[in-house]
């Protein structure tokens, strides 16, 4: 297993998700009560509390739930949507709607992010930024559970591959190994 290290507060442009084990962000809807009961690395919400500076999401995500913010009231950021019609959004203190190129959201991020890091949270922005050059960092919580359908992390039909590398280990380019076992539903 690789031995990932905190997160820090770099500065860094961040794809941020918890992920099923079959690729899918969050399930059809947007629904997200798929990760009911899934339990996450000890401290690794206050982690990324205290490194994320902004976040930038998409219109599809904040429109499903106007006002969430991510990890918990305990997470004072700048959230950005970008957003084709921002004139009809739902308004929210900290919210900030964008109808620009997602490189100047991007860069409108990072600033008010002041250092920190800008963790996007939407898999259509994250495509756009991931062939554009302008992601520093996948981030994925693999959790254990295959929904079978909802909104992938990347899905990009026809597009090339998207090639990573780990950023902690001695083998760059290994695979990860995870192993399993069903549980019987109750």
């Known amino acids: 297993m ?6 820090q507060a770099a500065g860094k442009v961040l794809f941020h998700f918890s992920m099923s084990l079959d690729g899918f962000v969050a399930g059809p809807n947007h629904a997200m009560d798929w990760l ?7 401290g690794v919400e206050e982690e990324y ?6 976040v930038l999401g998409g219109r599809n995500g904040w429109d499903r739930a106007p006002g969430a913010r991510p ?8 959230i950005f949507v970008l957003t084709h019609h921002p004139e009809d959004a739902t308004p929210a203190d900290g919210v900030t709607f964008l109808n620009c190129d997602v490189a100047e959201a991007v860069r409108i991020g990072l600033e008010a992010a002041d250092g920190k890091n800008l963790e996007v949270l939407s898999p259509t922005i994250g495509r756009q930024l991931l062939e554009r050059g302008l992601i520093d ?3 994925l919580h693999i959790a254990p559970v295959l929904l079978g359908d909802g909104i992938r992390l990347f899905d990009n039909p026809g597009g090339r591959p998207v090639r990573l590398r780990h950023a902690h280990g001695s083998q760059p380019f290994a695979e990860v190994d995870v192993r399993y076992h069903p549980v019987a539903e109750a």
Do not use: C, F, H, M
Not at 71 to 78: I, N, P
């Open 2 to 7: 690789l031995n990932i290290e905190p997160q």
């Open 71 to 78: 990890y918990s009231e305990d997470w004072k950021g700048r």
């Open 137 to 139: 960092e996948v981030n």
């Open 36 to 42: 009911t009961g899934v339990t996450g690395r000890d």
């Open 49 to 54: 509390i205290e490194t994320t500076g902004a």
